[in-house]
């Protein structure tokens, strides 16, 4: 749910997709001109190019404290073109906890959870011909020059940025989706209001509501369509009318009577929804925009859905509850083959935590009650938020760090 | 004769009378515990009231100047992370604490190794006073590592103290055959109010600075970096310290008393009382000690009506110098046998003869707990009381302890014991590359 001040545009700039991906590609194809490291440290940095076995350079790399300073030692600083593992055993350095191979600014790939006394971690990678930088966040010397030499490599050409643009792609289709749906949805929504029947509006409303819910993130970035549509009533500026959802709720759910204003009320959702529908029409998005999204979507259901604050008067909450759980997996699920090939424990961490919030949401499932959740009673709220915000914390911890992994800039 | 039952007594103290429960012979006891204090950290309320500008030897504890001089101290103040024992248990208590139980929500046994080295690492760069990663990550999207709020505060002599409690070993992880000989949840004993809610953990963190947000922050971003792994169960905020390490000013309790008089302090005392050896039948407690945690409620505003009498006789010592009531000063060894006519000096069924080790075959627990307070209670009284830490080498002698106390002790009509808690706390890291229960993951 937007407020008043808190409209916080996640997907920032909504820019054409061709830009983007030939960004991307460009990047990752020439990999070139590294930022001049202002050291490496002193241990590090055998001789020549790292040798090969099991079909890949074997680059190690040591974590530890070199003259009281944490430091990341690569055992060479050079391979040749194609794969190249790195294998990353943290010795003593409690300050670094993670461990990156970046084209310019773009992470290729990582290993996180790098910590003293645990077993060596690797992760490997196919890389063309360029300069990349083994980045230590922590390190006395961060960024440590690693080259490749020899021709681009085709398996190096993008892998990840091409999957990361299908991705992206994918999305928008998905949001289009959705908004068709939604188009249609309140169209019923209004017809039923249009009738007087409280009941059948109730109905539709609850219908309707998901599917707005499912792709907030990407409404909110409309700052005037937002509010028009999803402002609750303790946000409203003085003065100002109060239109959208939440007010046909009201009407709906507590005075359970249709009035012209209700009526009004509900046409002025059609209306704002086939603004959103030319809005969102032939739009495509950064792979950070999914990324964040998906983690604002999980914030929606920590400081509106749990709270219930959300739908106040319709005690739908665990239906947007799901809609955003929804709508921030299916995010996620476009990044997910890019990000597996950047950073798969985490990526596994991610989806085990979205099983586990799914499983959960099946016990309150209610085929009888509107929208086919638990009504988000005081009773049920007292019970059980405390127990829903854990979950929703434990799945947004790691889902907040993809976007760092997948941006483009 | 041990460092606890030294005389000490500043030349500035009057005698004081027997047992004087009545009479007030000087208006505070301010400028009573120079000489306990000197070379410590405290710095505070006692030396700014009793100082004029300067002492006999020219130093200038003007408040400005000490002011001065207790930041810069507690900016630089830092606990070595690695050695033979963990920190904060033989540190001399810190100002403030956050105590905070956690369950493990994870499943597998690889995720409670994660958490435990993440931890360790996260303790050793929060003691040394740095951040656990990023504050300002370069990239734009990136999320902040560190949470930011003692970026600048120095490390404030923080100690951060680990536990792992009876239901970690209960089969979830496989560690079974890693329990400690005789560790269980406490039994249940007279006079207990238990609050579920504050009870119990897999888990704990005791963390302990001169810096309240130093010490929250702390556990914040333990709790953060494990946030899918690890739940947070209970926690306390203790805003002030109410036990003694040796040569600390004895702090007092909520109730006005001076806690931790005859506190464990020596070495001697530490081994024989405090440290776990072979008994626990695990090479890791070793070096390691037992965490009693007990969130005690105060009722203080029946106690603040209560007589100077009776809240003395209760206690077994004077309110004001915290003598035993058989003598004259804090430090006087307390005599059981005295009496006055047919009575005892000290009743035998006062706080301090119920616990006294001279009463209880020798057993003693390094005390080491904070005032805490919550506000307001359902019932509008106010909630506050002593988070009562204590350290053993065996759970046993708590339990000795307050077994006596929840039967007889006259002041459980002003307490109310509503959380507890036991935990084992293994032996410190001897150094950089290891990590809390390293020795349950071969």
Redesign the interface.
């Known amino acids: 749910m937007p407020t008043a001040t808190s409209s916080i545009i996640r997907f920032r700039a909504l820019t054409p997709a061709v830009l983007a991906g030939s960004a991307v590609l460009a990047l990752s194809l020439a990999a070139c001109g590294g930022t001049a490291a202002p050291g490496v440290p002193t241990a590090s940095g055998g001789a020549g190019a790292a040798p090969a076995s099991n079909g890949a350079a074997q680059v190690a790399i040591s974590v530890e404290?070199v003259n009281g300073t944490d430091q990341c030692v690569p055992s060479f600083t050079s391979a040749a073109a194609g794969p190249v593992t790195f294998t990353i055993t943290n010795?003593?350095?409690?300050?670094i906890?993670e461990v990156e191979l970046l084209s310019e600014?773009r992470i290729l790939g990582e290993r996180e959870?790098v910590?003293?006394?645990?077993k060596p971690v690797t992760f490997t990678l196919t890389l063309a011909g360029g300069s990349y930088q083994i980045y230590c966040?922590?390190a006395g010397t961060e960024t440590v020059p690693f080259t490749v030499t020899g021709g681009s490599s085709t398996a190096a050409a993008g892998g990840t940025a091409d999957l990361l643009k299908e991705g992206t792609d994918g999305y928008a289709k998905y949001v289009s989706g959705q908004v068709e749906s939604l188009v249609t949805a309140v169209a019923a929504l209004k017809v039923a209001v249009d009738s007087g029947d409280v009941e059948a509006s109730q109905k539709a409303y609850a219908a309707a509501r998901p599917f707005f819910e499912r792709i907030e993130p990407v409404a909110e970035s409309f700052p005037d369509l937002d509010p028009a549509l999803d402002l609750r009533v303790a946000d409203v500026e003085p003065g100002t009318p109060w239109t959208g959802f939440h007010p046909l709720e009201k009407d709906l759910f507590t005075a359970k009577t249709i009035t012209a204003d209700t009526k009004a009320l509900a046409a002025g959702i059609v209306t704002n929804i086939a603004k959103l529908k030319t809005l969102t029409d032939g739009l495509n998005y950064q792979p950070?925009e999914l990324?964040?999204g998906a983690s604002g979507l999980l914030e929606e259901v920590q400081s509106a859905k749990i709270t219930g604050e959300e739908e106040a008067y319709s005690k739908l909450d665990l239906v947007d509850f799901v809609a955003n759980i929804e709508g921030s997996q299916q995010a996620f699920e476009y990044l997910k083959p890019a990000l597996t090939k950047i950073d798969p424990d985490l990526t596994t961490?991610i989806s085990a935590?979205f099983d586990t919030v799914n499983t959960a949401m099946e016990s309150y499932k209610d085929a009888n009650a509107l929208g086919g959740y638990k009504s988000y009673t005081d009773e049920l709220k007292q019970s059980d938020a405390a127990k829903l915000t854990?979950l929703i914390?434990?799945?947004q911890?790691?889902l907040?760090?993809i976007?760092?992994k997948v941006?483009t800039? | 004769m041990s460092a606890q039952d030294r005389h000490e007594s500043p030349d500035s103290a009057p005698p004081r009378p027997v047992g004087g429960v009545s009479r007030r012979r000087f208006l505070g006891g301010a400028g009573t515990a120079t000489a306990a204090t000197a070379g410590g950290f405290v710095l505070g309320a006692g030396g700014v009231l009793a100082a004029t500008a300067t002492t006999a030897s020219g130093e200038d504890t003007s408040p400005a100047a000490l002011l001065t001089r207790g930041e810069a101290a507690n900016d630089l103040l830092s606990y070595p992370y690695y050695g033979e024992h963990q920190g904060g248990i033989a540190t001399p208590p810190q100002n403030h604490l956050v105590f905070t139980s956690f369950d493990v929500?994870a499943t597998s046994a690889v995720e409670l190794?994660?958490v435990l080295?993440?931890w360790?690492?996260?303790m050793?760069?929060m003691t040394a006073g740095?951040p656990v990663?990023?504050v300002e990550?370069t990239?734009?999207?990136?999320?902040p590592?560190d949470t930011g709020e003692v970026f600048d505060t120095g490390p404030q002599g923080l100690t951060l103290t680990l536990g792992f409690g009876p239901s970690l070993f209960d089969g979830r992880f496989g560690l079974e055959k890693f329990k400690p000989l005789n560790f269980d949840d406490l039994p249940a004993m007279a006079g207990e109010s238990l609050n579920p809610a504050y009870t119990g953990g897999d888990l704990c963190i005791q963390a302990c600075a001169n810096d309240p947000q130093v010490a929250y922050h702390a556990v914040r971003n333990l709790a953060?970096m494990a946030?899918?792994?690890v739940?947070t169960k209970w926690t306390v905020l203790g805003f002030g310290r109410a036990s003694a390490g040796p040569a600390q000013k004895t702090p007092r309790n909520l109730l006005g008393f001076k806690d931790g008089t005859r506190n464990v302090s020596t070495p001697d005392d530490f081994a024989q009382h405090v440290w776990t050896g072979k008994e626990a039948g695990q090479p890791w407690m070793e070096g390691g000690t037992y965490l009693v945690a007990r969130k005690i409620h105060m009722l203080i505003e029946t106690w603040d009506e209560d007589t100077i009498g009776d809240q003395q006789s209760i206690f077994g010592r004077t309110k004001q110098e915290g003598a035993p009531l058989s003598g004259k000063l804090e430090h006087d060894v307390p005599n059981f046998h005295a009496t006055e006519g047919n009575d005892p000096l000290i009743p035998a069924d006062a706080h301090m003869s119920l616990v006294a080790h001279e009463n209880n075959g020798g057993t003693k627990v390094l005390r080491r707990s904070y005032n805490f307070t919550d506000g307001l209670d359902s019932v509008g009284r106010l909630d506050a009381g002593l988070m009562f830490l204590c350290f053993q080498k065996d759970p046993e002698q708590f339990v000795k302890l307050q077994r006596k106390l929840g039967l007889s002790d006259r002041l459980n009509e002003y307490i109310r014991h509503v959380g507890s808690a036991v935990f084992a706390v293994p032996a410190g890291l001897p150094?950089?590359?290891?990590?809390y229960g390293?020795e349950f993951f071969r």
Do not use: F, W
Request: proline share 6%; glycine share 12%.
């Open positions: 404290r010795k003593d350095a409690s300050g906890s600014k959870n910590i003293p006394g645990l966040p922590g950070e990324a964040n961490q935590q854990g914390q434990a799945l911890a790691p907040a760090k976007a760092e941006a800039v | 929500r190794q994660l080295a993440k360790s690492a996260a050793a760069e740095r990663g990023k990550p990239r734009e999207h990136g999320i590592v953060r946030r899918t792994q739940s150094e950089a590359g290891n990590y390293k």
